[in-house]
T-cell receptor, first 117, second 113 residues
Framework: EAGVAQSPRYKIIEKRQSVAFWCNPISGHATLYWYQQILGQGPKLLIQFQNNGVVDDSQLPKDRFSAERLKGVDSTLKIQPAKLEDSAVYLC???????????????FGPGTRLTVT | AQSVSQHNHHVILSEAASLELGCNYSYGGTVNLFWYVQYPGQHLQLLLKYFSGDPLVKGIKGFEAEFIKSKFSFNLRKPSVQWSDTAEYFCAVNSGGYQKVTFGTGTKLQVIP
């Protein structure tokens, strides 16, 4: 089975510029996650989608970050304008979800390494 | 809010040594627990998981973890590490009800041949 696809793999931008990341989850996975992983830290959830609805975006800096998941499949994450502290790896993951609401294991993409200069 | 603590940030072991990585979580209700591993240059991938039942869980590559509810712990173990186990290990907890999965800060394991 194909894994989670992400693009681009690397991006270098200047502060105040905008950037967008794309994710294609594993076919049939209803839940899609975007994480930010800063060097030396664990992944931090930015937003979680269940199909095309948002389940949790409590840690998404909404003044500059936005995400959408049209038609419940692919997703894009955008940063506008970028700040130096946004330099991180942005991970996309997908999973099935059980009727109890508990998640199955997540499958991660390769990530996009963003450097803001 | 749930939280996850991994006490060892960097562990260095010789090959054939035994490994135990600590993981503690804060949520008092029913939890699902995971260990993920990230080998150098590779994606995060699942090592093992606990949903219910036998608290001793076996995963890939000879790893196991024990869920001790009274201690809010889910420590990862391997009796004899190999050089190929060099990686970063993340503990994660999901408290259900469509709650987010929270990751620990990770433990970097370096195995010396």
């Amino acid at each position: 089975e194909a894994g989670v696809a992400q693009s681009p793999r690397y991006k270098i931008i200047e502060k105040r510029q905008s950037v967008a990341f794309w994710c294609n989850p594993i076919s049939g996975h209803a839940t899609l996650y975007w994480y930010q992983q800063i060097l030396g830290q664990g992944p931090k959830l930015l937003i979680q989608f269940q199909n095309n609805g948002v389940v949790d975006d409590s840690q998404l800096p909404k003044d500059r970050f936005s995400a959408e998941r049209l038609k419940g499949v692919d997703s894009t994450l955008k940063i506008q304008p970028a700040k130096l502290e946004d330099s991180a790896v942005y991970l996309c993951a997908s999973s099935s979800i059980r009727t109890s609401g508990y998640t199955y294991e997540q499958y991660f993409g390769p990530g996009t390494r963003l450097t803001v200069t | 809010a749930q939280s996850v603590s991994q006490h060892n940030h960097h562990v260095i072991l010789s090959e054939a040594a035994s490994l135990e990585l600590g993981c503690n979580y804060s949520y008092g209700g029913t939890v699902n627990l995971f260990w993920y591993v990230q080998y150098p240059g590779q994606h995060l991938q699942l090592l093992l998981k606990y949903f219910s039942g036998d608290p001793l869980v076996k995963g890939i590559k000879g790893f196991e973890a024990e869920f001790i509810k009274s201690k809010f712990s889910f420590n990862l173990r391997k009796p004899s590490v190999q050089w190929s186990d060099t990686a970063e290990y993340f503990c994660a907890v999901n408290s259900g009800g469509y709650q987010k999965v929270t990751f620990g800060t990770g433990t970097k394991l370096q195995v010396i041949p």
